[in-house]
């Protein structure tokens, strides 16, 4: 056994999913995405050993936007304060996000090549879900907008019917290539024997998409694509 | 959203609705067309003629890059001059960054057919420049006005070369190479695009701009995406790509630049404007972009309603007046409403038809998103129908219910805004409300709560009693009954009087009424200011502290002399004492009035008043009446 199923219930006053084509005057995505669940299920528990790969979104509350506008920082923010009261540090932003979000994520949690002891990932991330402990503030695509999480129990029941709802194409994760013709970010890259096994990475990121259609509430992602990521990270779980 | 921006491209592209890919609406007409011969090269013919139409573009600033046979006289001429005088300075370059794209399209293997190759040498030689030069009507040229070349014989006789596909599939070749992002090697950066899901060349910009006011980018292709400092890692400014190809951007562009100049697909919902000067790269204006998924006609009763019928009565809820003018009529949305629709065939249902509304705002140089609303047709009409229904009330006097749109609800609560001097009006309102009120009228969501607070202030203002600004309180009424009955119970009895509301509030409100209307009877309606102005504000937050001594000074003050003078005493009392009675059950005057509650106040208040109001018009029309008799 190299996998193991959990339900997840997510949710959060706010959520913004942000679409690609939209990224500065942020735009989000209907529905959660696969790469912001992985996201906050890392954000709760992870080890180099394994991955999370997202089955199933269900949606359980209807999809409700707000349109709303923020000062925000012009630069990211790094070892020396940023000085806001310059104008050029700051930049007047409108973001569409969405309002009052719930979802019961399904995700397996799928160890790596030569890894085996599994019983061991399943009661520390089973125990963490118990007592609502994790190792950064778990978020709804962006980190101002904090989740709550909880253990799914099966029974929950969406507010809404939503029958059929196509998104169109979505952002389903990003891909972390290394690549000396393309050194366009630094990123940290884990061994998976060891998890002091890490070193700075410098290649570039390439984002997967898939046809995502939310179908009586339920967003289902494709397990192929997780080969296809799998495939041009050259990593193979 | 960009799903469905680029179905409709792809509707209207095959309509022949939008210009080729890569051309754009320029501001300024063509001035000038060269009109050139194969059989005589010595033969040139400058014509002056404005012509309107698509070109290439390719969102050039102040770089110099050149277009395919058509472009600016600086490009294509060789000329200088420039309006108002002075000589552009890089008029050589630009002349020979043209001449060099020419002879690029003239090897390269897209522009096929001998006519159209020889066509392009010959627009590249020197020779006939020369002799445009020597025309008379070439000294009018100036630097900036643009000009098309023209071959008077051959296959394509009168039509200008950028306009044929080899050159308009030229010129796509050409963008693509421009957009494109290359690695540090000189590849091309390949990548999955967002929109069609297609492993493309990413592009670095999509060059067609959004036209609002003034064109601008509606992508955010200008900044990298703000990324969470971690440590250890960095970065690298500017080597973002857009996530798309150029063609899904472009066609999202051109689609959006049709609606925008398409007055059945557009409206502005908000604008900014400062001391009457139109702020245009404010992200407080506001424009809504609206259209349907699929062509259909639908039945509304026995009518049959084409989509541009139907788009423009489902978008009269967006409509606004002009200065000094009412506002807008929603009748004929009202009545296709309150009949069910059907498609015109059995075989069409409304549900898979729906409706689509963008908003977008300038936002300091480019576009942004700021709402995007998607609903099925049958949706749609219940939603409408209760946005409506909430709000249809009587009028001041008493006549007629009516309903009012979002543009006009906006206006009237900015106007009357209490926080604000009476004098400084502003033309449009609150564009954060309006997002809100665009879904509570399309997909049914509640009023934004904001907005009650806002409309129960303005009623605390004096002027709004003023008799000019009957249309501004009928607004602002329909707009608290809409924000206490949507999609509640009580939406259709709060469209006139309704005595048998116990509502705290609305009793309370409509004994002021009444005590307003003693004070007004016992001075035979000869005083100009009456208590209601004075102690509305404090009537409406804290009954208790007004209405004791207010009704004391009705009792022993007005209605002796309304008695005297019998002016309907015995209805007036009948009247004070049944609202009085009601109160106590309810457990007498309260001490404060929630929001709400303020809002039920102001309401039973209108509503008394309007009440009073039809009375005395039907009296003095009857006394009119009696007059012109007895003088017969």
């Not at chain 1, 070892?79 to 973001?95: C, E, G, L, V």
């Not at chain 2, 066609?251 to 502005?268: D, E, Q, S, V, W």
């Not at chain 2, 900015?414 to 004098?423: F, G, L, M, R």
């Not at chain 2, 009424?477 to 006139?496: D, I, S, V």
């Amino acid at each position: 056994m190299n996998k193991a199923t959990f339900h997840i219930k997510v949710g959060g006053d706010y959520a913004c999913f942000t679409n690609p084509g939209l990224k500065v005057e942020r735009c989000t995505y209907p529905v959660m995405t696969p790469a912001a669940a992985r996201g906050l299920l890392e954000a709760i528990y992870w080890k180099p050993q394994f991955r999370w790969e997202i089955r199933e979104i269900k949606v359980l509350k209807p999809i409700k936007q707000i349109s709303i506008m923020r000062n925000e920082l012009n630069e990211r923010q790094g070892k020396n304060p940023i000085i806001i009261d310059d104008p050029k540090n700051r930049a007047q932003r409108t973001s569409l996000i969405l309002k009052d979000v719930e979802y019961v994520i399904k995700a397996d949690l799928v160890l790596k090549e030569g890894i085996n002891n599994i019983m061991g990932y399943i009661d520390q991330f089973a125990r963490k879900l118990k007592t609502g402990q994790y190792h950064h503030t778990p978020y709804l695509g962006t980190r101002e907008f904090a989740a709550w999480f909880e253990s799914a129990t099966g029974d929950e029941e969406p507010e809404c019917i939503i029958k059929e709802y196509p998104i169109g194409q979505m952002l389903f994760d990003s891909a972390y290539i290394e690549d000396n013709e393309r050194k366009e970010i630094d990123f940290h890259l884990h061994g998976h024997t060891h998890s002091n096994d890490k070193r700075v990475a410098r290649g570039y990121q390439s984002a997967v998409y898939f046809d995502a259609i939310v179908e009586n509430n339920i967003l289902k992602i494709p397990p192929k694509k997780y080969l296809e990521l799998y495939e041009k990270e050259g990593v193979h779980v | 959203m960009f799903k469905e921006i680029i179905e409709l491209g792809k509707r209207l592209e095959t309509e022949g609705k939008l210009p080729p890919p890569g051309f754009y609406y320029y501001g300024q007409p063509i001035k000038w067309k060269i009109h050139l011969r194969h059989c005589h090269p010595n033969f040139v013919y400058v014509e002056e003629i404005p012509l309107d139409k698509p070109r290439p573009f390719c969102g050039r600033t102040s770089r110099v890059e050149a277009h395919p046979c058509v472009d600016e006289a600086g490009y294509v001429l060789h000329v200088a001059k420039q309006r108002g005088g002075g000589n552009d300075d890089k008029v050589k370059e630009k002349h020979k960054e043209f001449v060099r794209l020419l002879r690029k399209a003239y090897r390269s293997p897209l522009i096929k057919g001998k006519e159209l190759k020889s066509a392009v040498w010959i627009a590249q030689s020197k020779q006939w420049r020369r002799l445009v030069s020597q025309q008379v009507k070439s000294k009018n040229i100036l630097n900036k006005d643009w000009v098309a070349i023209v071959f008077n014989d051959g296959p394509f006789e009168d039509t200008s070369l950028y306009e044929l596909p080899d050159m308009q599939q030229f010129w796509q070749k050409e963008l693509r190479e421009r957009t494109r992002q290359d690695t540090e090697t000189g590849k091309a950066k390949m990548g999955v695009c967002s929109i069609c899901g297609e492993y493309q060349q990413m592009a670095k910009k999509i060059p067609v701009w959004v036209k609002l006011f003034k064109p601008a980018p509606l992508h955010s292709y200008n900044k990298d995406s703000f990324v969470s400092y971690i440590e250890g890692i960095q970065v690298f400014e500017g080597k973002a790509h857009l996530g798309q190809c150029v063609i899904c951007g472009d066609t999202i562009a051109r689609t959006l630049n049709y609606l925008t100049g398409n007055i059945l697909h557009y409206k502005i919902i908000a604008q900014d404007r400062h001391k009457g000067k139109l702020i245009t790269d404010s992200a407080q204006n506001q424009f809504a972009l609206f259209w349907l998924k699929d062509k259909q006609f639908i039945k509304a009763g026995e009518t049959i309603l084409d989509p541009s019928e139907l788009l423009r009565n489902v978008s009269s809820v967006m409509d606004r007046s002009e200065k000094n003018t009412p506002p807008p009529d929603t009748k004929q949305l009202e009545n296709m409403l309150t009949v069910p629709w059907t498609g015109r065939d059995a075989s069409v249902n409304i549900a898979d038809n729906a409706f689509y509304l963008l908003i977008l705002s300038p936002n300091k140089g480019r576009i942004a998103v700021r709402d995007w609303l998607d609903i099925s047709l049958d949706k749609l009409q219940q939603n409408l129908k209760a946005f409506l229904d909430a709000q249809r009330i009587i009028d001041p006097d008493g006549k007629e219910k009516r309903c009012f749109g979002i543009p006009e609800i906006l206006k009237a609560v900015e106007a009357s805004n209490i926080s604000k001097e009476p004098h400084k009006v502003v033309e449009i309102g609150n564009p954060n409300v309006s997002c809100q009120l665009l879904r509570t009228a399309y997909l049914g969501e509640s009023p934004p709560s904001v907005l009650l607070e806002s409309a129960v202030m303005c009623m605390r203002n004096p002027k709004i009693f003023d008799e000019k600004k009957k249309t501004t309180r009928h607004i602002l009424m329909a707009t608290l009954k809409m924000l206490l009955t949507h999609k509640k119970e009580g939406m259709k009895e709060m469209e006139t009087l309704d005595t048998n509301r116990k509502a705290i509030g609305h009793l309370c409100g409509r004994l002021l009424s009444i005590l307003e209307e003693a004070q007004l009877r016992a001075a035979r309606w000869k005083i100009n200011t009456t208590l209601v102005e004075r102690f509305y504000g404090s009537a409406s937050s804290a009954p208790a502290s007004v209405f004791g001594t207010l009704v004391r000074r009705a009792t022993t003050d007005h209605f002796p002399k309304i008695r005297k003078q019998q002016l309907g005493y015995k209805d007036l009392e009948a009247q004070i004492e049944s609202v009085e009675t009601a109160i106590d059950q309810a457990g007498g005057y309260p001490k404060t009035l929630s929001l709400k509650e303020q809002a039920e106040f102001s309401l039973g208040f209108y509503h008394q008043r309007a009440k009073f109001n039809e009375k005395r018009k039907v009296n003095k029309q009857n006394d009119k009446k009696e007059e012109s008799n007895e003088q017969q």
